[in-house]
Each structure stands twice: as structure tokens, then as C-alpha cells.
């Protein structure tokens, strides 16, 4: 979500006083609202239109909060991208790209409009719908864990720094060769190739976990730190990731849902890979480690080590995932 913070817009003859606004794209929309593009739109009750909508939040007259819903995006890309330049831009779509007018905001907004009463939700018996409101991000859940993997992508290098590479076990890894080894000069080259896999993709959970603070203060963001490596590991957390990864393999055979893997800018020529799921979120980068955060694991981030396999499911999640256009 755009930082808006500007002072808030007169738009359209005190029709609506604009606060801020939001993309709802396949690429790019509120992952808080949901784990794909049509989840985050059913969450509004829209249709999941394939071109998406610009989300425009702010307050009428008597201060009620108000969601206009456009079919313009590029306007609404465009009031966002001059926000974030910290330049000023009157959002005032017309009203014939107006899809739908929602009672309260998906999302919650820390500035209100001058001189206006303070938000609150319109008169009960002016809407045919119940209030939009945030989901609920004070404890951990979906809403929260998906918070805390966008906070993961937005500052990937302080939580990457957290992560010592000799913390990944070999273990297993050194199990697995003498294994496979072993299985090879039997003649059984198929099932070493199985053990081999199995074990590369098992060791990519780590003896290590961090904490993630995924609370949510102004709608945009989570306010999570990263901290320093517990040095800990559970058999659930080691379980968990695995289960993670078989879901994102199946996601290569079988697309998911619109969404559900998003693919964005990273430096050099790496991007930055999103992937979510039923109970999970993963953050990823093509030149680098993953991060799993479960749904059963309040707080925990779980490093996955780049080992030979990941960089192929990377390359792979890459070729299928939707990206900003």
C-alpha cells in the first residue's frame, strides 16, 4: 500500500475528501485481505475482474468512511506513484469508471480528513451492506502472517543479515549422499535420486527461526523487526516447511488461484518471489534463500537453504508468477 500520508484531497465538490488509495490487482493488492487476487476481492465483494480496480479510500462531509471502487487503475497507479515521490496529485476519478461505491475502508488508515467530524462508519440505514473494516491483525493468524511475510519482502536485507548460512544443517545432506552413494553402486539410481531430493528439500528448514512482529499499525505495513536467530528448531517447524514446499512443487504442475504467486523487483537480476497458500506464506529471492512463515507457528520465520533444488523451484515459481505490468 502507498504511503499517503499527504494532507487530505477535496475531490469532486466535497463529495469525497480522498485519504489514500490502493491497487487491487492480480499483482499487486491488500495481501492482508486474502492469499490470491480473487480471495482479496471476494473479501469486498467484487468480482475479480482480470485488468483489477483501483481501491480510492476517504470520508464524506459528515466524516464517514467511504470505499469507491474504479475501474481506472492507471489513474489510481499514478495518484500512488506521485504520493510515494512525496509530490501532490488530486485524485478525482470520473464518475463513470465508478464500479461501486462500500461502506467503511478493507483496510485501516491512520489520517482523516480536515475539518470533517472524525471517521466512523456511515448511518446503518443509508447502506444496503455491512462496513468494510481491517481484518483482525491483533493476534496471529492468516491476516497477520501474511502481514508479516509482506514485511519480509519490503525489507529483505535486515532480515536476510539475521541469517548465518553455517546455521543451515548438513547433516541430513551428508546422510543423504552416502545414501545415495550407497543406493548407485547397488544399481538402484532411482531411488538414491528420490532419497537425495527428499533430504535436500527437508534440509532446507533449518536449526534457526526468528521472531515476527506482524502487527499492523496503519493499514500499510507491519511494524515487525527482524531478531536474532533462536538457534532453536522443532519438528513441527521442520514438518511445516516441508509440507510448504510440496505445495509450492504442485503449484509448478497445477497454477494456483490469480495471485497466489506474485513475482516483483529485486537488485541486480534477481526478483523478489511471494507465494502463499492454505496456513502459509513464503518470501524468496531467485539469488537466494527463501522464508516460510506458518499459520501454526505464531511469530516464527523459518529460513530455507538455497541447497541445490531451490534455485530450480525458484526459476520455476518465477516463469508462472503474475507480475506488475
Same mark, same amino acid.
Given at each position: ?7 487530505a484531497?477535496?475531490a469532486e465538490?466535497?463529495a469525497?475528501y480522498? +485519504?489514500?488509495?490502493i491497487?487491487?490487482?492480480?499483482a ?8 490470491? &487476487? ?6 469486498? $465483494? ?6 483489477? &480496480?483501483?481501491?480510492?479510500l476517504?470520508q ?8 469507491v471502487v474504479?475501474?481506472?487503475v ?5 495518484a ?8 501532490? &496529485?488530486d485524485?478525482s476519478?470520473?464518475e463513470r =469508471?465508478v464500479?461501486? /461505491? ?8 491512520a489520517?482523516?480528513a480536515?475539518?470533517v467530524p472524525?471517521p ?13 473494516a481491517?481484518p ?7 491476516? *497477520?502472517?501474511? +502481514? $508479516?511475510?509482506?514485511?519480509i519482502? +519490503? *525489507? ?6 539475521q541469517i548465518?548460512?553455517?546455521?543451515f544443517? =548438513? ?6 549422499a552416502?545414501s *545415495?552413494d ?14 537425495? #531430493? ?10 534457526a527461526a #526468528?521472531?515476527?512482529?506482524?502487527? *499492523? ?12 536467530? =533462536? $538457534?532453536e ?5 521442520h514438518s ?9 512443487r504442485?503449484?509448478?504442475d497445477?497454477p ?6 506474485? #513475482?516483483?523487483?529485486a537488485?541486480?537480476?534477481?526478483r523478489?518471489?511471494? /507465494? ?7 518470501v524468496?529471492? =531467485?539469488d537466494?534463500? /527463501? ?11 523459518l529460513?530455507v ?6 534455485p530450480g523451484?525458484l526459476?520455476?515459481?518465477d516463469k ?6
Amino acid at each position: 500500500m502507498a504511503d499517503t500520508d499527504e494532507e487530505a484531497v477535496a475531490a469532486e465538490d466535497d463529495a469525497l475528501y480522498v +485519504l489514500t488509495a490502493i491497487l487491487l490487482t492480480p499483482a499487486k493488492f491488500p495481501s492482508v485481505l486474502g492469499d490470491d &487476487y480473487p480471495e482479496a476481492c471476494a473479501a469486498l $465483494g467484487m468480482a475479480p475482474l482480470a485488468d483489477g &480496480y483501483g481501491l480510492v479510500l476517504g470520508q464524506d462531509s459528515d466524516g464517514a468512511r467511504w470505499t469507491v471502487v474504479v475501474d481506472d487503475v492507471s489513474l489510481v497507479a499514478v495518484a500512488i506513484a506521485s504520493w510515494d515521490c512525496g509530490m501532490e &496529485y488530486d485524485l478525482s476519478p470520473s464518475e463513470r =469508471t465508478v464500479v461501486a /461505491a462500500l461502506p467503511g475502508w478493507p483496510l485501516a488508515v491512520a489520517v482523516a480528513a480536515p475539518n470533517v467530524p472524525a471517521p466512523h462508519d456511515p448511518d446503518p440505514d443509508l447502506v444496503d451492506r455491512p462496513p468494510l473494516a481491517p481484518p483482525d491483525t491483533t493476534t496471529w493468524g492468516p491476516a *497477520q502472517r501474511r +502481514l $508479516g511475510a509482506d514485511e519480509i519482502a +519490503l *525489507q529483505w536485507a535486515l532480515w536476510r543479515e539475521q541469517i548465518d548460512d553455517a546455521a543451515f544443517s =548438513t547433516e541430513e545432506a551428508q546422510d543423504a549422499a552416502e545414501s *545415495q552413494d550407497a543406493h548407485a553402486e547397488a544399481g538402484d539410481a532411482s531411488t538414491a535420486d528420490k532419497a537425495a #531430493s527428499d533430504t535436500t528439500l527437508d534440509d532446507a528448514a533449518p536449526d534457526a527461526a #526468528s521472531k515476527a512482529d506482524g502487527k *499492523q499499525s496503519d493499514g500499510s505495513a507491519s511494524n515487525s523487526t527482524p531478531a536474532e536467530s =533462536t $538457534g532453536e528448531g522443532t519438528q513441527a517447524s521442520h514438518s511445516g516447511v516441508r509440507r510448504v514446499l510440496t505445495e509450492v512443487r504442485a503449484y509448478v504442475d497445477t497454477p494456483p488461484p490469480l495471485g497466489r504467486v506474485r #513475482s516483483s523487483f529485486a537488485p541486480g537480476d534477481a526478483r523478489t518471489l511471494r /507465494a502463499d497458500g492454505p496456513g502459509w506464506s513464503l518470501v524468496a529471492r =531467485t539469488d537466494d534463500i /527463501a522464508f516460510v512463515l506458518l499459520d501454526e507457528e505464531p511469530g516464527e520465520v523459518l529460513p530455507v537453504g538455497r541447497g541445490p533444488e531451490l534455485p530450480g523451484l525458484l526459476e520455476a515459481l518465477d516463469k508462472l508468477a503474475v507480475r506488475p505490468s
